[in-house]
């Protein structure tokens, strides 16, 4: 089953309500973020990606999530400032969320994709097409840049 996701609201830091089919037209990598996680590294191969591909219709949408380990204890502002500094991000960075559980958008929608359940993790990865469809899940472990990521991403992308 093909997940749309274009109803999907989601709230940005500023506290404004959008729905991920405003991105209609884009490729989007959803990412559910922490930053005192073993993964957080990958957020060097976010903004790679995010240079690379954002001209070409590529949009990153981190979520901060503090389900796991507590990984993520910081406000919004806190959490901006650190990504900012640490790694000179420059996605957007959304309102925090929970991914698993007592989920809040946009993983209580994300959550169905195959194979569907709970995000297991910090930095799983969502790509959703042009059409607002999910295309593909990937795991914490699947860095950004793994060769299968980045192809998925140029496929969408019509690269």
Known sequence: MTIDVSNTEIVTSEGKSLKLGDFSGQVLLIVNVASYCGFTIQYEDLQTLHE???EK?????AFPCNNFGNQEPDSLDQIQSFCSSKFNVKF???DKVNAKGDTTEPYTTLNKTEPSGDVEWNFEKFLIGKDSKVIARFKSGVKPLDENLVAAIEVALDY
């Open 52 to 54: 690379k591909y954002s």
């Open 57 to 61: 219709g590529l949009k990153i949408l």
């Open 92 to 94: 957007e960075i959304f």
